[in-house]
Structure formats: C-alpha cells, structure tokens
C-alpha cells in the first residue's frame, strides 16, 4: 500500500514521513535557463504534493471537532542519522582494574537487614545500615590514639571517601572528553565541570555593547576625545556619563539668587501659556461691553475737556474704519 | 534636600496653578516672618526623599544643619514625586490651596461627612459653586462655614451644574481632611501647627 507504482502516477508514496518522489522523471529536453528550470521543478513538485494529499485522504479516518484524523503509517524509509553514531566510551580505572584482576560485577540486594534497628534498610542513602546517626557506642580498641574522637573520625573519614570518589569520577571524565566520547548528559555541563580545561563559552557581543564601550575608549583621553581625529563613519558616544547638578540647598541670606530666577522664569512662562485662558467668551463680552461704554462716554464729553479731544477724535476714526468694511460686508452676504 | 530643577519646578507649578490660577504669584513670592532676620525672607520649594516641602527660606538655612538621612519633614509638604515622575498634591497643602483658591465649591452640612470618607462631592450635596469651572479644573472644596474639607478636579462646568442629575458627580475628590485620621500611619510627618 505504502509504495504504490502505477502507470498513470508513478510516485512513490511513503506515507509515514509524508514523502513522495517520482523516480522515473526524465526532462523531455533539458530546460536552458534556469527560470525554466524552476518552472518544471515547481510543477513537478505540486504533483507530488497533490499525490501526498490524494494518499491521506484515502487513508480511514476518525472525525474530531477540528476536522477529520488521520493515523498515518510507520514509514518505510529509512532516513539518515542526523547526529554520528556516539563513541564507546573509555573503560574507567576501576572496569581496568576489575578487569585485569577478573573481578565480575555482583547483583547485590537494595535492602539489607540491619541488626542495630532490628528492620530492613537501604544500603545505602537516607536511612542507611550502619548509619553514623544510629552507632551510639563504638568500643574501644587496643590500636585507639588517645584524644582522638572516634565519632568525629568516622564522619571524617567518610568525608575523606567521597572526596576521593569524587576526584576519581572527574579524572575518568576527563579521560573520555579526551577522545570525545562524553555522554550527552554530562556534555551539556562541561563547562562548569574542571575536566575540559575551558571556561565559559566565550559571548557574542552585541552591538549596542561595542558602540558603547568604543564610545567609552575614544572619551578615555585627557581632553576626553575632544580633540581626536574622528574615524571616517565613527559616530558620538552613545552614553554620555550624566552629572546633574543642583542648585546650591542655600545661597547667601536664604533663597539664592538663581533659584529665584528660576522659579520666576517657570511662573512667567506658566502665567503667559495659560494667559489666553482670561479672554474666554463672558470676559471677552464683558471686556467690548467696557469698551463700547467707554467710547460712547467719551463721546459725550468730547468737548468739555481739551485733553480727552485728541483721544476720542482717534477712537472715532478707528471706529468709523473698523465699521466700514463690517458693514459693507453684512451687506454683501445679504 | 535639595532646591527643585526647572523640569520639576514646572511639574510643581502646574499643578498647583491648576487650582489657584495667577495666585500662584501670591505662594511663590509670599514673605515670611520666620527667624531671627528682621527683614522677611521667602519661601521657597524643597525636595526631600521625593516630597516636595514649601518652606521659608530662614528655616532651610537652619535645617543644614540636620543631616540628610534624619532629617523627617520641613515646612509644609506640598506633594510628593511618583515614581512616573508626576507631581501629586497631598492633603497637607490644602491650607496654602484654600488661601489662594480660584475655584471653589461649597458643600451642604449633609455630605460634608461623605466627602471626608474619599467620596466623590455629587450635585446633590452642593452649597454654593464660584463662576466659571471649567472641567478639568483644580477645585477647593469647603465646608457651608467656610472651613476648607479638601480638593479635587471639576468634572462638570457650572454652567452644566446647574441642570445636572442630584446623583452626578461634580468634583471628584482627590485628598480631604479625614486622611489625617484614615491614613495615619501613612503620614509619617507630624501635622503642623
């Protein structure tokens, strides 16, 4: 089922990794530019896609809330590895050891039966036979130093063990990172582990990171890159280091003089922004109506002083010229 | 403690023109009596741990004299910085607002107490309203015997108060005089007078 061959379709069809390739195409005549090339490539490649999608729609299939399921086949190809087969890895000391003096590994029980408790234990982890915390008395031998504790010794020399196994673990680590045969699992801590002799792999560095520490080394001179020749497309320093300076808490007698003219310089350009606020409708109203009574006054009294003649006479004027064009205008949209 | 920069100055400003409009003329240049000197000094604004504190000039130069780290409060606290940046008027400046209010309202002896537990003054409970609120305006809120409650932000002009719902919201409230009690212990500093 999987390879179908038939004379009209001759694709092979592996449905399990969704793969099809016809192995019987041949170019009637080569294509000469490569645009055509593709052209033909394209084509043959949506029959094969088309044959792919035939083959599912074939195969039984379950409904779902999504649509219809397919269970595809296991595939018949064999692909290749992507990794290289890994590398046996080196016998540690011990297996050369065990294996010159012929020693064979034993099944031993997980659990032993400890005399001290009187119940089965492990043999060894938390709760262990012939655990350190469970030996209320260790007798005394003939071979015992004076001033020694025999408790604490016993600690030690546990301590001292593991240490030891420890050290051998690393060394048989190394031995195998040598030929490259480190598990997988202890590859991906290699760094961190002393077997491999390298730190850290060493970071990309980003840009931003190298525009800002180029920027630090051209401002790195005494007249801090004032007067260096600049490179041909080297641009400014990105970080300029930032001293914000106050002014002084206080200045001779109290407030200081700059600080007041500061704060003036703030409360004049606040009182001029929102200055405009003043004119709206109703002061603006009230403001023509002062207006309008104060020509008409001065008209009045026009003649009974001799410094108000001048004043009204020019209001009068501009009166006249401000409602000439607004008449004639109200006339115009009439 | 530190004088303001221009960039904070102006925040400080702001804010506080929004209730007191060209008063604020009046706070900036107020002469103050304090200590020894006989000629009256200033007052002048002061930054210290992200309050902003109005204090005459005569007691900064004395308050060198504490170190930074102990000292608590001078003056009277204005507001505070957030950490945004933004400027906020605390309760402790109503004194100073009232003194210079542009905006007011008046409040009817029955919400007073509503008003002093954070809510909102609605239509309802007001008194008397000065003339031409615009919303968004900073507005001092007092009580019908001219006692000074709290502040907060028009949110309707008066001239829409007039025909408005009892239930709709007028002023909403930003600080009142019952954070004393409500939020003591969030005003570490010790209440003048």
């Known amino acids: ?95 050369e050891f065990a294996k010159k003096k012929g020693i064979k590994k034993r099944k031993k029980d997980k659990v032993v039966w400890d005399e001290q408790t009187g119940t089965w234990k492990r043999r060894f982890g938390y709760d262990r036979v012939n655990d350190d915390k469970d030996i209320p008395i260790i007798e005394a031998k003939m071979t015992d130093e004076p001033g020694v504790d025999p408790f604490a010794k016993r600690q030690d020399d546990k301590k001292k063990r593991v240490e030891k196994q420890e050290k051998n673990h690393l060394q048989n680590l190394k031995q195998a990172a040598k030929i490259g045969a480190l598990p997988s699992h202890v590859q991906l801590a290699a760094t961190a582990l002393p077997i491999t002799g390298t730190q850290a792999p060493p970071k990309k560095v980003t840009k931003d990171e190298l525009g800002n520490v180029a920027g630090m080394a051209a401002t790195s001179t005494a007249s801090g890159g004032k007067f260096d020749r600049k490179l041909p497309g080297e641009k400014p320093a990105k970080k300029q280091g930032k001293h914000r300076k106050f002014l002084p808490v206080v200045e001779g007698l109290g407030i200081g003089s700059r600080e007041k003219e500061q704060t003036e310089n703030v409360l004049n350009k606040l009182i001029s922004k929102h200055s405009h606020e003043i004119l709206n409708a109703v002061t603006m109203y009230n403001v023509k109506k002062e207006k309008k009574a104060r020509n008409k006054r001065n008209q009045e009294g026009k003649s009974s002083s001799a410094t108000n003649k001048l004043k009204p006479k020019k209001q009068l004027h501009k009166k006249n010229g401000k409602k000439g064009p607004g008449s004639s205008k109200k006339g115009k949209a009439k | 403690m530190r004088p303001l920069d221009e960039k904070e100055t102006t925040a400080v400003f702001e804010k506080i023109f929004k209730f007191t409009g060209n008063n604020l003329k009046n706070i ?166």
Not at chain 1, 20 to 30: D, E, Q
Not at chain 2, 128 to 136: K, L, V
Not at chain 2, 172 to 190: F, K, P, S, T, V
């Open chain 2, 28 to 193: 900036v240049e107020n002469p103050s009596h304090e200590g020894p000197d006989k000629e009256p000094g200033r007052y002048c604004f002061r930054l210290h741990k992200n309050k902003v504190y109005y204090v005459s000039d005569s007691l900064v130069k004395r308050a060198t004299n504490v170190a930074r780290t102990k000292l608590a409060s001078i003056g009277t606290c204005v507001g505070r910085f957030t950490h945004g940046g933004n400027f906020h008027l605390t309760i402790e400046c109503l004194n100073l607002l009232a003194a210079n209010a542009k905006h007011k309202v008046w409040l009817k002896p029955t919400s007073e107490m509503s008003f002093l537990y954070a809510n909102h003054v609605l239509k309802g409970g007001l008194g008397r309203i000065t003339e031409s609120i615009a919303p968004g305006d900073g507005v001092v809120v007092f009580s019908m015997s001219d006692l000074p409650l709290g502040f907060g932000v028009a949110a309707k002009s008066t001239q829409d108060c007039r025909k408005l719902d009892p239930n709709a919201i007028v002023v909403l409230h930003q600080a009142d005089i019952g954070e004393y009690l409500r939020m003591e212990n969030q005003h570490e500093q010790i209440i003048e007078e």
């Open chain 1, 1 to 95: 089922m999987e390879m179908e061959t038939e004379t009209q379709k001759p694709f092979q069809v592996d449905m399990g990794n969704l793969l099809a390739f016809n192995p019987f195409h041949n170019f009637p005549s080569l294509p000469t530019s490569r645009d055509e090339l593709v052209k033909e490539c394209i084509q043959e490649g949506t029959k094969l896609v088309q044959a792919i999608a035939d083959s599912i729609f074939n195969l039984p299939s379950t409904e779902d809330a999504d649509g219809p399921l397919v269970k595809l086949p296991t595939p018949t190809t064999k692909l290749p590895r992507e990794k290289h087969l890994p590398k046996p890895k080196p016998p540690t000391k011990w297996e």
